[in-house]
T-cell receptor, first 113, second 111 residues
């Protein structure tokens, strides 16, 4: 039982390149989230999907797009990477909304040079 | 002003000490309160979960919520080196809205 799986684990991009971060869960959860974690800033919400077919902006959505491909998968795309997007990205899931426990993936460490 | 404030530490204590970690918040609509523990280079894991005000105890851990003061605490008794991690408080209004996290407090328990 893998839980929440993120790929890749590490990535180095050049400014202006694009990439997609993948997240897949096998917990049959309805809600999925993308956070970024920066030193001293805690976890900040980028986008979330309360249920399949819906997505909403979080606190820091600029420069990102998301796709809720199906119930299991929620991807995060950087269309034109910038050094300010250097961060650790976490995908998380909850059974439904935020009144239940959130389960996190292991994170993707992204460096934009 | 951030919606959730948390002292980043680092906090260094000797093994066996009682540790107190705290967060304050400004949104009176928060009603779900959680503490997550994050080891280095890992994702956060839920440690304690409290709905509304009151205390909750689980082994060496006690979570307290004081909604009137907008203040939550996590106490760790008989701290162990394995407790060394970053502790993140998190809160939500419930429903569709996502969790709001504190910045995390780094704890180091010295053997």
């Amino acid at each position: 039982n893998a839980g929440v799986t993120q790929t890749p684990k590490f990535q180095v991009l050049k400014t202006g390149q694009s990439m997609t971060l993948q997240c897949a869960q096998d917990m049959n959860h309805n809600s999925m989230y993308w956070y970024r974690q920066d030193p001293g800033m805690g976890l900040r919400l980028i986008y979330y999907s309360a249920s399949e077919g819906t997505t909403d902006k979080g606190e820091v959505p600029n420069g990102y797009n998301v796709s809720r491909l199906n119930k299991r998968e929620f991807s995060l795309r950087l269309e034109s990477a910038a050094p300010s997007q250097t961060s650790v990205y976490f995908c998380a899931t909850t059974l439904q909304g935020t009144s239940t426990e959130a389960f996190f993936g292991q994170g993707t460490r992204l460096t934009v040079v | 002003q951030k919606e959730v404030e948390q002292d980043p530490g680092p906090l260094s204590v000797p093994e066996g000490a009682i540790v107190s970690l705290n967060c304050t918040y400004s949104n009176s609509a928060f009603q779900y309160f959680m503490w997550y523990r994050q080891y280095s280079r890992k994702g956060p894991e839920l440690l304690m979960y409290t709905y509304s005000s009151g205390n909750k105890e689980d082994g060496r851990f006690t979570a307290q919520v004081d909604k009137s003061s907008k203040y939550i605490s996590l106490f760790i008794r008989d701290s162990q080196p394995s407790d060394s991690a970053t502790y993140l408080c998190a809160m939500s209004e419930g429903g569709r809205r996502a969790l709001t996290f504190g910045s995390g407090t780094r704890l180091q328990v010295q053997p």
